[in-house]
């Protein structure tokens, strides 16, 4: 009895910190696509040098390309 107790309440803290994670994923989520809209190279700052040099020169070259690369990486789950 002690394990299936265990076990269940082992599973509800599980279900509560993925939701919570994901909860705050999806929010993260949110606020990287706002600000690779506002300043495409700082949403994408988090992902490496290389993605943000590219994204900084293609954002000089116009802001919608810079839009683009940002939105792109920031998919990339990699």
Do not use: E
Not at 7 to 20: G, I, M, Q, V
Not at 31 to 60: D, E, H, N, Y
């Amino acid at each position: 009895m002690k394990a299936i107790l265990y076990l269940y309440c082992n599973n509800l803290t599980w279900n509560a910190t993925y939701k919570l994670h994901q909860s705050k994923s999806i929010t993260m989520s949110f606020l990287r696509v706002l600000l690779a809209i506002i300043f495409p190279p700082l949403s994408v700052i988090g992902k490496g040098c290389g993605s943000f040099i590219i994204v900084f020169i293609l954002t000089l070259c116009g802001w919608v390309p810079g839009v683009i690369a940002a939105l792109i990486i920031l998919n990339n789950p990699n």
